[in-house]
């Protein structure tokens, strides 16, 4: 069926309806309905969703989810978790959801169930983690391992690390773990900069085990262990893999017997999770990891049977749908009040714009509408001495996610209070805003007042969990998934193949080799490329 979102009846309706909306602020809209913060929240899968800060009323969520209904938005939802191949332009289903599957759901991928695998390797990583963190796991001269490196990049280094920083508070505090994926030697070196081979584990997380740079940070670790261990049998007590690539994790000299497999039916960005999230299992070890599965798999049963009018990722897609194609917005910042979830903007920067950042339709249609916002962020508060002036009086307007925790982690209940009464403070301060007679009114000078005005009318939503457990973690990246899912529904794109990545790729291995091979012949690239790549030679 070809595209043609911008005729369905619900687009056109919303269309009309955007015209009444763009006129109300977000400021009478709390005065007309008292109610409007308990009407516009809900809570399930244990997360709070307040979406009352947004420019809606009833009628736009009426229009909505409608579309969603044009847009068979249920239909592809069963779709996805029955396994069917919904990524079409790589002929495969997209079954992340199996890998937090409980044991004994049927999951079909290629008409076979998938979920007693994805067990079977949860239990072998079980079992490494646990060797690894009790020490019955020694190094070639028969030391503990304390040091975990990964070797990732792209969905096999962004869902790792992001985990680690948001779990620390539950990681094995005795050990390190460090993440390398940029092809830069700095990554390296700084990583391993203080460690000692004897004690240090690599894990190359790599599901095609082909990935340029990976590759050859991998090389780089095995000369670095082969340095001062001067054993090639060194290698099998410090290297495992996560990979699909049997061979190839073999022709590296990794024992197959320690590659953790994963499957072609799990997508990179959706993969921190499958055995990718070795390192994570490490540092907290498996039970927390099981808990982790579990907050991912319990807002998957949400977002596959809720109604959409209770459905938290149809409701934050749909709304990034009305901002993006209707108020032409264009970007949307996530902003957690969470130290430890410093690294979630930029896991999430993968998972929504690889996921949707695509012109073309299913179908190979150019889209004549837009798809996919910038998504960026920080954590809350030190945002708040940075960009979000931009946020509050810039001409730009940005919804903003915020997320909170109800229990810190930490002690002091003192600061735990003012982050929050930050968080809060932001969202009211964006909605409401601060007119020219209040600022007047105030005593601030005329000629003040209009700097210190705030339109307000700003959107947002806020999240609220009880604390940063294994579990929300995994509710909250759940939650994203799904949005995401739903938006390349409604703009019927693939949000599981990334196309866009390969001419980089293909054009630096050509110019990779003009740079290894100086005296290669005529450059042949626009005259600004030829320029660069003989000035870099001149003074490399
Ligand atoms: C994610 C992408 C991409 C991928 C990396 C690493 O969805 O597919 O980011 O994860 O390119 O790929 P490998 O795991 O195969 O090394």
Redesign the pocket.
Known sequence: MKTLLTRLPAWKALRAHHKKMRLLHLRDLFVADPDRGRRFAFEAAGLYFDYSKHRITVETFKHLFALARECGLRKKINDMFSGRKINITENRPALHVALRAPEGQRILAFGRDVVPEVHRVLRKMADFSDRIRCGKWKGHTGKRIRNIVNI?????DLGPVMAYEALRYYSERNMNFRFVSNVDAADFAEATIDLDQEETLFIV???????HE?MMNAKTARQWILRKLKNREAVARHFVAVSTNQPGVAAFGIDPANMFELWDWV?????MDSA?GLSTMVAIGHENFYRLLSGFHAMDEHFRTAPFRRNMPVIMGLLTVWYNNFFGFRTTAVLPYSRHLRLFPSYLQ?LTM?SNGKYVTIDGDRVNYETGPVLWGEPGTNGQHSFYQLIHQGTKIIPCDFIGFCRSLHSSVTHHNTLMANLFAQSEALASGKTFKEVIAEGTPGWLAPHRVFEGNRPSTTILADRLTPETLGKLVALYEHSVFTQGVIWHINCFD?WG?ELGKALAKRIGNELENASSPRLTHDSSTNELIRRYRRLR
């Open positions: 990732g990049i792209g969905g096999s997380s790599s599901k095609t085990f082909t990935t990976t997508g990179g960005r959706y993969s990718i993968q690889e990334q990545v």
